[in-house]
């Protein structure tokens, strides 16, 4: 990989030296392995330890196939997913595998007793399959995590709606936390130039999802002046919908469990927070039974703080501990818009509050190609910006994703895959330069 690795570094390689590159056979990857799948029965899912499931393997490099490319890896991320692969909740990803190996030859080279996974990558084009014209080698790229057949017509206005749709690095395999990576070339988008390798390659998926979620018409289609309720709003996800509600002339209330996070969200122009921890809000009284006294609670917090407004928009993903309360401070006819259950995919509320009041409740998912790119344009454009805490070694992505299964982590957790260091591959210094700041906030906490 040295020679790849060197080709990278010199910044000066042509298209036709990176085509003529030698690629090894085997890379380094990150896997689980699938006779391990059961290591954690019994153990509690908070005592899961990605540390004894995650392995660094080298691994064969997979045939390339039409529509395909190799890009090498030079930095990627974690996000929740690969918290999930790991911890094999709340199913193993080797299911995923096997489903999709049963579609062609072509798909069965996924389903293998080892997972590389990553769903985020920044890096260089190595080698396009038959069929790839719009990317060539050497082209510095970051992936995001849509992995689609589009065989089916369901997929071909919203390609979410492929009944074949999957993320790539969690439902497939060959993924970014990796030395080198598969992906389809409509996953690919040129990496922004102003950032680092490492920057470039934490926004992705989180990115893409809040985008979605947020401000597509797909989505909550916010528009200015709406009152966005934002869970985790200095998390992976919610770092970005902060950011999309401030840009976006919406008035975000930001949640957030300590006063550092709090910070953060302040650092991003949001000016109305909530500390849960703080206000030591207890939506369920046990295990069975909501408390919507404590939803009036924080309903009141929230007309405090917005001098009497109530939510527009509710970005939700904590899931079953928030959701009563998610639907019970909507605004008559506002919506709660959903991409996730961290704390539990069976929610409860009150349907009263929602059928009486002309609520929405609408399902997201990731982003359609169209969808990503116009997020990962905004990131390139200097309008919403990486919220990259910390940097993890390859070797050591067991630690940096049980920061994430923990929550110790602030935005975005990355890790160096080719990358032999952190603050490479920056291309405008200039448009970096004025961007220092903004770029840099989540790393100074
Ligand atoms: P993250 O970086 O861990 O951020 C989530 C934040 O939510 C946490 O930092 C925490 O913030 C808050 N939170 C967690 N549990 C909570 C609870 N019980 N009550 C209230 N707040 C809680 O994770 P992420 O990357 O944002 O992902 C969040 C979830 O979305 C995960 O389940 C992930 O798998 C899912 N996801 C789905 C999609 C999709 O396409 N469907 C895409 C991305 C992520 P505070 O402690 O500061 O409150």
């Given at each position: 990989m040295q020679q790849?690795?060197?080709?990278?570094?010199?910044?000066?390689?042509?298209?036709e030296d990176f085509a003529n590159i030698d690629i090894p056979d085997h890379y380094r990857g990150v896997t689980v392995h699938k006779d391990e799948q059961e290591m954690f029965a019994g153990v509690a899912t908070k005592?899961?330890?990605?540390?004894?499931?995650?392995h660094v393997d080298e691994v064969a490099l997979p045939e390339l196939?039409?529509?395909?490319?190799?890009?090498?890896?030079?930095a990627s991320a974690i996000n929740f997913n690969t918290v999930w692969t790991s911890i094999f909740e709340p199913v193993s990803t080797f299911g995923f595998l096997d489903r999709y190996g049963r579609i062609s030859p072509l798909t069965k080279r996924h389903d293998l007793p080892y997972h590389v996974v990553g769903s985020d990558a920044a890096g260089v084009v190595l080698r396009v399959g038959p069929g790839v014209n719009m990317w060539k080698p050497g082209d510095e790229v970051v992936a995001h995590c849509l992995s689609v057949e589009l065989e089916h017509p369901s997929g071909h206005s919203d390609t979410m709606m492929d009944p074949e749709q999957r993320i790539w690095g969690f439902e497939t395999n060959f993924g970014g936390l990796a030395e080198i990576a598969l992906v389809k070339s409509n996953q690919l988008m040129p990496k922004p130039k102003h950032l680092t390798w490492e920057e470039a390659a934490s926004p992705g998926l989180v990115n893409s999802t809040a985008y979605r979620q947020l401000v597509s018409q797909n989505g909550g289609a916010m528009k200015q002046g709406d009152v966005v309720l934002i869970w985790g709003a200095s998390g992976g996800l919610g770092g970005y919908a902060t950011q999309y509600a401030v840009n976006g002339g919406a008035i975000p209330v930001c949640v957030v469990s300590s006063e550092d996070k709090a910070d953060l969200?302040?650092?991003m122009g949001a000016e109305l927070v909530i500390n849960r921890n703080a206000e030591g809000y207890k939506f369920w009284k046990d295990e069975r039974t909501q408390d919507p006294k404590e939803w009036q609670r924080f309903g009141k917090k929230i007309r405090e703080l917005t001098g009497g407004d109530d939510i527009d928009i509710v970005f939700e993903h904590p899931g079953r501990e928030t959701f009563g309360a998610s639907v019970y401070v909507t605004r008559k006819g506002g919506k709660i818009v959903t991409c996730a259950s961290t704390s539990g995919f069976m929610h409860e509320y009150d349907n009263r509050y929602l059928w009486m009041n002309l609520k929405r409740i609408i399902g997201s998912h990731f982003a359609n190609y169209r969808e990503s790119w116009e997020a990962n344009r905004l990131i390139a454009k200097g309008m919403i910006h990486p919220t990259l805490s910390k940097t993890f070694p390859l070797e050591q992505t067991g630690e940096a994703a049980l920061d994430v299964h923990r929550n110790l982590h602030q935005g975005k957790v990355g890790v160096l895959c080719l990358a032999p260091e952190e603050g490479l591959g920056v291309r405008d210094h200039e448009m970096r330069s004025k961007h220092y700041d903004a770029i840099n906030r989540f790393r100074n906490v």
């Open positions: 790849v690795r060197d080709a990278i570094l010199a910044g000066d390689t042509t298209p005592d899961k330890d990605p540390r004894k499931s995650l196939g039409p529509g395909e490319a190799l890009i090498a890896v030079m969200c302040r650092a």
